[in-house]
């Protein structure tokens, strides 16, 4: 039992709506109902305590863009309350301030909107080729437009066989079990905000950046338990801007607790990625190289971390494999739905499902195994540059590989009538540019503070046993505080697999630094010193985790109902800090990966209205379909890092997406062109 999921699983844990300080009243939103269109008007409610429209706030959401992008592409915020014009069912135009909770809904009913409805253009092929501009200048709706090209071009020319594929992953709700929440307080000198986070360092550096207030005045603290996050919780949203700008004109502790229906329609929305891809490969299985286009629908504005991930999913495309060659077409579309952003594996999985249904499709054109087409490819272990300059280091490739080939073989001849696949991949750990952490003594026991944001991976537990090898004391005198801008200087959080590698390795190097500060040994020291104490900044490249999956899927000849007989996931960990814990990370990422190939979408009409209104209409399983058991198999190839390990976080998602589509191409002999697949799909 990891002991720091013993309060959530009996009911005591602590989230955001369990905080109710003194004094607090509640934000509301009054949300567009079309798609697209001109404000005409718009109507206060008398009975708010304070209402706020465009003309009151007149800022709009950060989004980090890197010069390179930002030279060449057409950046369009989204404004925090909607400036004249809306582009998504769903985006603030007016909030407001009540006493009560129960009152929100009523003060909504008060509020009138008269549009200028226009026509919104919703799918994203449909965007890059109309006329119509969702943002004025903006031509073909294209915001990112970026050609990745490298290594050996001319290679192309020795190719003797070239094979396509072209697939729609649709869009998809990022559905955490909590949605959204938070509390904004200006006291008069700081602005105290808490809420339901992944990196409480970005939170702070989105309100500074919106709110043009120094960093000094702004706490960010986590509440104690955060009920998931998959991507959706790291950045800033609208609404936080909104409760502490209500707060700061009404001098009290402002709350805004989302709903399930409001998150359906919010951003951040993952996927949405439309590919047509070329594999170039000599007769003998050689792969060349790779060309084409990936085309990453936005949503309505840059929002997040959306500006990157087009170039993003196609410097992944190269997958583990050597290559002569790349030349991938990266862009970023606009489109009248909510914007687009991270959602577990964030470009990760998308990449995995282009490349392994190529490499799949190559081995059947050429009658070859599908393991050892992987094989004869494969980049080894001891590091590799691709074409787009992808730095790899070294990790267990032959061994993920020969590992899972053992599980496909065994399949092979238990199941001679079923879909099988294997899948190889490598996942970037995105450790770069570090993590804070501090390590104090103090009142006989040891506190350490770390920058990362656990939103479901025993993140305590993991810190305070590295710190227990590291200073030689048990984990019962170490406390573990995370997600809070008090008390450390730098930190990042947790996306992108990161936290235990990197917040583990900065908790490793200050435990390090203290041992040397102390020159004493610790049990001496946690009687005689208090309040001795050290920070670090622990900084680092990113690394991959590579992994190699199998799937065996069948289908009901009569339904087109498809069921996971059997799955296997191979998974280079580098060091597993908690088994459990890697175990559950996986498996819980296979759930999502599989549940995209067979479930889960976020689908709108013509007219930009959204087809869903609960969970179980955007395809989030229940336990009835997720009952299969995932077999997981940990390689150990220690990172380089001091906490040797590779983060998992998502490396099930990224292997359960293409294994399982691969498995079901196999046994229905069919190929397939989208996520997800629907019953209906596979019987015709």
């Known amino acids: 039992m990891i002991k720091e999921d013993l309060p959530k699983i009996t009911g005591k844990g602590t989230y955001i709506d369990d905080i109710n300080p003194k004094n607090l009243v509640y934000l509301g939103v009054v949300r567009s109902q079309v798609a697209r269109g001109i404000i005409k008007s718009v109507s206060r409610p008398e009975s708010a305590l304070l209402s706020l429209t465009w003309e009151d706030v007149k800022t709009y959401m950060p989004v980090p863009v890197p010069p390179n992008i930002a030279k060449s592409s057409k950046i369009i915020r989204m404004p925090v309350l909607a400036d004249g014009r809306v582009n998504f069912v769903g985006q603030p135009v007016l909030a407001f301030v009540v006493n009560g909770r129960y009152e929100i809904e009523d003060v909504v009913e008060e509020v009138s909107i008269d549009y200028e409805e226009l026509e919104p253009v919703v799918d994203v092929e449909k965007a890059m080729n109309s006329n119509e501009e969702i943002h004025p200048g903006v031509k073909k709706n294209i915001s990112v437009d970026l050609l990745l090209e490298g290594g050996e071009l001319s290679a192309k020319s020795r190719a003797d066989v070239v094979v396509s594929r072209k697939i729609k992953q649709n869009r998809i709700v990022s559905n955490p079990m909590e949605p959204k929440g938070v509390i904004a307080h200006w006291d008069g000198e700081y602005l105290n905000v808490y809420g339901s ?226 899948v190889v991949f490598t996942d970037i750990v995105r450790l770069s540019p570090g993590e804070g952490a501090r390590v104090r003594i103090e009142k006989g026991k040891v506190k350490i503070i770390v920058g990362t944001g656990p939103h479901g991976q025993a993140y305590s537990d993991t810190f305070s046993k590295l710190a227990s090898e590291v200073l030689g004391i048990s984990q019962d005198v170490i406390e573990v505080i995370t997600n809070t801008t008090e008390g450390l200087k730098e930190g990042v959080g947790s996306f992108g697999s990161r936290g235990g590698t990197i917040g583990g390795s900065a908790v490793i190097e200050a435990c390090r630094q203290l041992l040397n500060k102390i020159n004493m040994p610790i049990d001496k020291a946690l009687k005689e010193l208090n309040g001795v104490e050290v920070e670090v900044f622990y900084r680092s490249d990113d690394i991959f985790s590579p992994g190699a999956h199998v799937a065996v899927v069948d289908v009901d000849k009569e339904t087109g109902f498809v069921k996971i007989l059997d799955y296997y996931a191979v998974d280079d960990v580098g060091r597993a800090l908690l088994k459990e814990e890697v175990e559950g990370q996986i498996i819980g990422g296979v759930l999502q990966g599989v549940s995209q190939v067979l479930l889960e979408h976020a689908p709108y009409d013509d007219n930009g209205n959204p087809l869903f209104s609960s969970i179980a209409d955007a395809g989030v399983p229940t336990a009835v379909e997720a009952n299969y058991n995932v077999k997981v198999d940990e390689v150990e190839f220690p990172s380089a890092l001091p906490a040797k390990s590779r983060g998992v976080g998502e490396a099930g998602t990224t292997g359960g997406l293409p294994a399982v589509f691969i498995a079901l191409e196999k046994v229905t002999k069919m190929k397939f062109e989208k996520t997800p697949i629907y019953p209906w799909d596979i019987m015709g």
């Open 197 to 422: 986070f992944q990196s409480a360092f970005r939170i702070r550096n989105d309100l500074r950046e919106a709110l043009n207030i120094s960093p000094e005045k702004i706490k960010v603290i986590s509440a104690p338990n955060v009920g998931g996050g998959f991507g959706n919780k790291v950045p800033s949203y609208p609404e936080y801007i909104l409760a502490a700008i209500a707060s700061m004109k009404l001098n009290r502790p402002v709350k805004w607790i989302e709903t399930r229906y409001e998150h359906l329609k919010n951003p951040t929305i993952g996927r949405g990625v439309l590919s047509d891809i070329k594999l170039y490969a000599t007769r003998q299985g050689e792969i060349l190289g790779i060309e084409g286009y990936v085309a990453v629908d936005l949503g309505a504005y840059n929002y997040t971390i959306n500006p990157t991930t087009p170039s993003f999913i196609a410097s992944l495309l190269t997958g583990p494999y050597k290559m002569k060659f790349a030349s991938i077409r990266a862009l970023g579309v606009f489109t009248n739905q909510p914007p687009t952003g991270p959602y577990r594996g964030a470009g990760r999985p998308e990449a995995a499902l282009i490349h392994e249904t190529l490499v799949e499709d190559l081995a059947e054109e050429l009658g070859m195994d599908p393991v050892e087409i992987r094989r004869k490819n494969l980049i080894g272990d001891n590091g590799y540059i691709t074409p787009l300059g992808v730095r790899i280091d070294p990790a267990g490739y032959n061994e993920v590989l020969d590992t899972a080939e053992k599980y496909y073989r065994k399949a092979k001849e238990i199941y001679k009538d079923k879909g099988i696949s294997i």
